[in-house]
């Protein structure tokens, strides 16, 4: 690319970043005028806005460009002589220019047809013809009408545009640079005032990747200030324990300073002398270090939460469009809305704000086709005609509110109740007895719509069910409120950014793992003789409430057993998310909790994979990593152990109870034979292991101490009998007894499995409940 191209296109990427500022500003105006169609400010915003942008394009090269300017400003100045009305029809035109200033400033695109401009220019002067000739309205040679480069030489001016465009070429984090205004030595130093204020308040760009490594430094470094108060304290013990010395130094001479003779005395006093030079530059050394420690902590947490800042931009950057989006809607499907936007400087994660756009738009299309009624609906119903659309995002309670809320007609409890009956979702008689908030939340499943048929807007089920899945994505929730006649609401609750997460911190074998609190529904401690089975697995009672008990170490890979202590550290924790009170609730045990903390979330290098139950990683105040869970992978894996019938158990009662419960391993290829044996013997109060084929029977045996092993005869990879010469050709493991269940009842087939060491043959023909926990029993004894 030559050095012209390369010139021309910076160019046009400073023309396009104009575009998208000063189309904002005639964006806003116009549908500001729809309403007040001769408002004096609104009016001048907008010519002033189509001047700078006509400047603008004349010194890029876009002749197109500059005649759609044009047109638009003689549009405005005639409006402003009282010349023409800014009515709905002359909107949708100028509507169509801005579109075509956006498309001329695209680099990537294909130029602008000149059909295109001049078919706008033929219906902007159709619509108004007292729009001016083009030439430059009244006014503009004043020097308070001179704020961009159009009114400078078009060499100075190009000059001026180069240099910022080589500015903000790649490897600058320019974007956005004003043009250059022709030098006036008549320049007063308060206008020199607000240029260098104005300078401070740029905008920059910046790439995501290199802000998301400015945020993690920043993080280390906060990480790294802390390890300085450690170091402070034991310091700060170093030198109580010289004082200690000195102490003791001074009380030895108080006791023996008559037995001593005149040198010793001497040396003695030096040393203490000594001693207590070391004491005061230590005290010296201490409180510098204490500064430095406070400073360098200060600095960095100011480093962080500057670099943190750096992530946020505000709601209005992204809501901006949706005026324009409604007002077109509106129009076609015949309604009248005026959308009111709150919060537009409410603090946004810039990852939740690019991933606003659709759902968003979903719900305000939502809004629109379903909620809002038509004019003459309206004026039936005691309402104004034009309906009104409210879009608001606030912070609370630590959270990013999004709600959209129109003043409709609200959800038809009735219609709602029809279609979740037609559509095959839920009995007529349970959809009677569902109260209203169970009842909107079918709007959200995939696939769900209450329209019979599809339209361009809607009726297709995918809207709302992209707004629950955005929801889950950032680990958030939604809520619908809807009142009769008056309008429906929907709330979203997110978090304030994806790159900190507030977690509860727990230790499984020595290791931190954080729990994001959005998942934990309580953490508490459970005494480990409430720990009561049901069904084989072990449960405790939380509000009235069974819930599954689950070892964290079992499900995040661990070894070794926990410390005994009286009460069990429980996680309770659920996929779903805030008040949904009906999702699956599991207790995941835990060896110690360490605290709720803030933590910046790093991501798992991507050469990983996807690492099983982890979602992501942390580092701690003291520089250890937290990994942090992924709860729903956690839910999932706790229900593939439940099905495969190989959860371990947390130890119930004492330590002494704990050591004398009889362990068994049970070893069968037959899942429904693996769940019927397993849940026997745990009821019996045994601990029971399981493994699928002798292989993994023996394999797992070799890692425990077992004080029974259970084997079929027929499996995969080893069979019973294998498994069972194996085991008593072992050392270690030949003492363990060995009962074979098979369907082989033949005296042959007995015999072979006596013959290879097995202590028992119980025949699955005539196997029994009592059978098998009698000759458990023979073996072994009782459980405890």
Not at 70 to 75: F, G, I, K, V
Not at 193 to 206: K, P, S
Not at 672 to 690: D, F, H, I, M
């Amino acid at each position: 690319m030559s050095d012209d191209e390369l010139s021309r296109r910076s160019l046009l990427d400073l023309f396009r970043e104009e575009a998208q500022t000063q189309t904002r500003t005639l964006s806003a105006g116009l549908l500001a005028l729809e309403s007040a169609p001769a408002d004096a400010p609104t009016l001048e915003a907008c010519m002033r806005a189509t001047h700078s942008l006509k400047g603008a394009a004349r010194i890029v090269g876009l002749p197109e460009a500059v005649d759609v300017a044009s047109a638009m400003e003689d549009c405005f100045v005639a409006a402003q002589h009282g010349d023409v009305t800014i009515d709905a029809a002359r909107i949708d035109v100028l509507l169509v220019g801005i579109d075509l200033l956006l498309a001329a400033g695209d680099a990537s695109a294909p130029p602008l047809a000149r059909e295109l401009v001049d078919d706008f220019v033929a219906r902007l002067a159709a619509a108004g013809s007292a729009a001016g000739s083009g030439a430059e309205p009244d006014g503009l040679a004043d020097e308070t009408y001179q704020p961009h480069v159009e009114d400078a030489t078009d060499d100075d001016a190009a000059e001026a545009l180069l240099a910022a465009s080589l500015a903000g070429s790649p490897g600058s984090s320019v974007a956005t640079v004003e043009p250059a205004r022709p030098a006036d030595t008549h320049e007063t130093h308060a206008a020199h005032t607000t240029r260098t204020a104005h300078d401070r308040d740029r905008m920059l760009r910046v790439r995501a990747g290199t802000l998301d490594r400015l945020l993690g430094l920043a993080g280390q470094s906060l990480v790294e200030s802390r390890r300085m108060r450690p170091f402070a304290n034991n310091l700060l013990r170093a030198r109580r324990a010289q004082g200690e010395v000195l102490a003791a130094l001074g009380h030895f001479h108080e006791r023996h300073a008559q037995t001593l003779g005149a040198e010793a005395r001497a040396s003695l006093a030096g040393i203490r002398e000594q001693l207590a030079a070391l004491e005061r530059q230590l005290v010296e050394r201490f409180d510098d270090l204490d500064r430095i420690d406070r400073r360098g902590a200060q600095l960095a947490q100011r480093l962080y939460d500057e670099a943190l800042q750096c992530r946020m931009r505000p709601f209005g950057d992204a809501a901006h469009a949706y005026p324009r989006i409604v007002r077109d809607l509106a129009r076609s499907l015949g309604k009248r809305v005026r959308l009111v936007v709150e919060g537009e400087t409410t603090q946004v994660d810039r990852d939740i704000l690019e991933m606003l756009d659709a759902p968003l738009g979903h719900l305000l299309r939502n809004a629109l086709d379903h909620g809002v009624e038509d004019p003459e609906t309206r004026r039936s119903a005691g309402k104004p005609e034009e309906a009104q659309l409210t879009l608001e995002a606030r912070h609370s309670a630590g959270k990013l509110l999004i709600a959209v809320a129109d003043d409709g007609a609200g959800v038809d409890l009735a219609a709602l109740r029809r279609a979740i009956v037609a559509r095959g979702l839920a009995q007529p008689d349970a959809v009677a007895a569902m109260s209203e908030p169970e009842l909107l939340e079918f709007l959200l499943l995939p696939g769900f719509t209450m329209r019979e048929r599809v339209t361009d807007v809607s009726g297709r089920g995918v809207g709302l069910d992209a707004v629950q899945n955005f929801v889950k994505a950032v680990r958030g929730t939604v809520r619908i409120e809807s009142v009769a006649g008056r309008g429906t609401r929907f709330v979203l609750q997110l978090p304030l950014t994806l790159s900190v997460m507030r977690s509860l911190i727990v230790e499984v074998a020595g290791e931190a793992y954080a729990f994001p609190l959005a998942h934990v529904r309580r953490a508490l401690r459970v005494p480990r003789a409430a720990i009561e089975m049901l069904e084989g697995q072990q449960h405790i009672i939380h509000d009235g409430r069974p819930v599954g008990l689950v070892t964290a170490r079992q499900l995040l890979g661990a070894s070794g057993e926990p410390a005994s202590a009286d009460d069990v550290c429980v996680v309770l924790i659920s996929a779903g998310l805030g008040a949904d009170h009906e999702a699956a609730l599991y207790g995941i045990a835990v060896d110690r909790f360490a605290g709720e903390h803030t933590l910046a979330v790093q991501p798992l290098d991507a050469r990983l994979g996807k690492v099983r139950n982890v979602a992501a990683a942390a580092l701690l105040e003291d520089g250890a990593v937290a990994l942090i869970v992924d709860v729903e992978d956690l839910v999932a894996s706790v229900a593939r152990l439940v099905r495969e019938g190989q959860l371990a158990g947390v130890a119930r009662g004492s330590d002494t109870q704990a050591r004398e419960r009889k362990r068994i391993l049970v070893v069968e290829d037959s899942l429904t034979v693996r769940e019927l044996e397993r849940k026997l013997l745990e009821k019996r109060g045994y601990a029971v292991s399981v493994a699928v084929d002798g292989m993994d029977g023996w394999n797992t045996l070799r890692n425990g101490q077992y004080d029974l092993v259970i084997t079929d005869v027929d499996m995969p990879r080893m069979d019973g009998i294998e498994l069972v010469t194996m085991i008593r050709n072992d050392p270690q493991q030949r003492g363990v007894p060995v009962m074979i269940v098979s369907y082989k009842d033949r005296e042959d087939d007995r015999r072979r499995g006596l013959d290879a060491g097995a202590d028992y043959y119980l025949t699955k023909g005539s196997f029994h409940d009592e059978a098998l926990l009698d000759a458990v029993n023979d073996l072994i004894g009782e459980a405890t």
